[in-house]
C-alpha cells in the first residue's frame, strides 16, 4: 500500500498476554474413501477427486500440494461442511462432519474484511454465536495481540497493509477457537518478503493457539516450512480425478532452517512429483519422478 494512511509493522511475536485465550481444543480429522465429482455440460459427471484416504493427528500442520485444478480446494470445503463427497466419509474427533461444522474455522488468499468494520471488529466476526461482550472483547484483544494488531484495532482495512489484513483474517478465524483450521493459500496474495513474515507468524500462533491445520499452497518452500507432512495430490495414471500420490514426512523441528541442504534435496524431489523440471540434469544431478517416504 502507497497510501500516507497505510500502516506497516514489523511480523509480531506471540506474548505471554496472548497465551492466555481460551482454549481451542485440536481434533483429529479422517477422511475414507473420499470422492466428489460434479454435474459436466453434456450431462454425465466430471470426477475431481477419488479414493482420498488421509488421517491427520490433533495439533497436526497438513500441507496440501497439487497441480491447479487437481481438488485441493475442493477437499478443504469437503472438510470444512461447505461442500459434501459424493463418495466416502468425512469426521472430526470421530463424528461426521456436518454442513457448516463449527468445528471448523477456513482462511482464505484475501483477507475478505468488511471495508466499514473496523479491524477489531471485523475479527469480532468469527467469535462462536453466544459469546457473552465482555468474553468477546476480551478474547478480541488477545488475539489481537498475538497477531501484532493491538495498536491498529481502530483502523479500517484500506488502512493497514496487505499483510496486516491477512493477519486480522487470520485472527477472525482463530476468534471462532476452531478445533480444525483450514487455510486455502492464505498468503498467496502478498510479497515474497510479507509472504516469509507470514509463515513465521503462523507457526508463533500455532504454537500459542493449538489447533489441527490443514494448508491449501501451491509454494513448495513454503510447505516444508511450516509442515509435518505434505500431501501431493494428482492424478497420472490416466483415470479421471486426482488421488493422494505421495503423503511425505518433512524432517527436523520447526521452525526449520531455509537453507537446510536436506530440505533443499526433498524441494527437488518434490518439484519432480509436481512434473516440474528442476534442470538437474544440466549439473549432472540425476532427476527423480518418484518421492520416497522420509528418510530416503
Known sequence: ????????????????????????????????????????????TREVLRDIDLEVGAGEIVAILGPSGCGKSTLL??????????????????????????????????????????????????????????????????LLELVGLADFAGHRPHEVSGGMAQRASLARALARNPEVLLLDEPFGALDALTRLKMQDLLLDVHAAEPTTVLLVTHDVDEALQLADRIVLLGSDDGRPGADIRQTVVVPGHRPRDRGSAELAELRGRLLDGLGIDRHGAARGIPATTTIPHYPY
Open 1 to 44: 500500500m502507497t497510501s500516507a494512511t497505510t500502516a506497516t509493522a514489523e511480523r509480531p511475536v506471540a506474548t505471554a498476554a496472548a497465551s492466555e485465550s481460551p482454549a481451542s481444543t485440536a481434533a483429529p480429522v479422517s477422511l475414507r474413501r473420499v470422492g466428489r465429482a460434479f454435474a459436466a455440460p453434456d450431462g454425465g
Open 77 to 142: 470445503r469437503i472438510i470444512a461442511g461447505l461442500d459434501h463427497p459424493t463418495a466416502g466419509h468425512v469426521a472430526i474427533d470421530g463424528s461426521a462432519v456436518r454442513a457448516y461444522d463449527v468445528r471448523c474455522a477456513v482462511g482464505f488468499q484475501e483477507p475478505r474484511l468488511l471495508p466499514w468494520r473496523s479491524i477489531e471488529r471485523n475479527v469480532a466476526l468469527g467469535l462462536p454465536r453466544g459469546t457473552a461482550r465482555r468474553d468477546g472483547r476480551d478474547h478480541v484483544a488477545r
